[in-house]
């Protein structure tokens, strides 16, 4: 049976690799900014995480799983980092992301056992320079990811991906140039930045009846970066 399937901003990067991993078996349903070169086979509303009310969408009356997939890359020096910049990060990854949660908990609770996805980084688990505010706003997510697994066991799952750079759109400025990219490539123990698909691999296993005994984890899909040290 087809699952509906909400990814909140799958319109590109990783959430675009999550999306074509799922249209073949799922109802696939995308709410984001924009649907630029989208493929056939979903559903779309045209959705910003920051002004818009989940609520307002007219969505199934069952959601089996949930994507969230808005982001940010900000690396300053924390002496240079403002405290709107802070606020900015935490208004996108993890307000935003409250907000969106509480809207679907009725068609969530529906299904047989929904499963939530969420996005951290590798910076919450290492300690990194220069990531404070966006390790500040996604290892809350962490926390709520937790504790919302507990109080809603077992009715849905809610798991956490933790990945490290990843060759998306969101870290184009990072990876421009083939230099950047080998350079970012020789800090992890695989030697290789992540791709879109690497990620998407692990959030498809995580929404599947396959995962159905795993809640309130966080995987780091990161090359090995937050484990290992073979330097």
């Known amino acids: 049976m087809k699952k509906n399937i909400l990814l909140i901003g799958g319109s590109y990067g990783i959430g675009a690799s999550i999306a074509a991993k799922l249209i073949d078996n799922h109802n696939v349903i995308i709410a984001s900014r924009s649907n630029e070169n989208m493929p056939k086979g979903f559903v779309y509303h045209t959705f910003d995480v920051l002004n818009d009310a989940i609520e307002a969408l007219d969505l199934p009356d069952t959601i089996d799983g949930l994507v969230y997939c808005p982001g940010?890359?900000?690396l300053k020096p924390f002496k240079r980092t403002?405290?709107?910049v802070f606020k900015a990060d935490m208004e996108l990854n993890f307000h935003a992301l409250?907000?969106?949660?509480?809207g679907l908990l009725p068609k969530l609770q529906?299904?047989?056992?929904?499963?939530?996805?969420?996005?951290?980084?590798?910076?919450v688990k290492v300690g990194m320079p220069f990531h404070t505010s966006i390790a500040a706003s996604k290892g809350a997510i962490e926390g709520f990811a937790k504790a919302l697994a507990a109080e809603y066991a077992p009715n849905f799952r809610v798991n956490v991906i933790a990945p490290s750079l990843t060759d998306s759109?969101?870290?184009?400025?990072?990876?421009?140039?083939?230099?950047?990219?080998?350079?970012?490539?020789?800090r992890h123990p695989l030697k290789k930045v992540g791709s879109t698909d690497d990620i998407a691999a692990m959030a498809t296993f995580?929404?599947?009846?396959?995962?159905?005994?795993i809640t309130g984890q966080v995987f780091g899909v990161d090359g090995?970066?937050?484990t290992l040290n073979i330097n």
């Not at 409250?98 to 509480?102: F, Y």
Request: net charge neutral.
């Open 72 to 74: 940010s890359i900000n």
């Open 110 to 123: 529906n299904s047989n056992q929904a499963s939530l996805v969420f996005f951290s980084t590798v910076a």
């Open 224 to 226: 090995g970066l937050s």
């Open 98 to 102: 409250i907000r969106i949660v509480q």
């Open 206 to 213: 995580l929404l599947s009846d396959e995962s159905k005994w």
């Open 82 to 84: 403002s405290s709107e």
């Open 169 to 186: 759109p969101l870290a184009e400025k990072l990876l421009n140039s083939e230099t950047k990219k080998e350079k970012m490539a020789q």
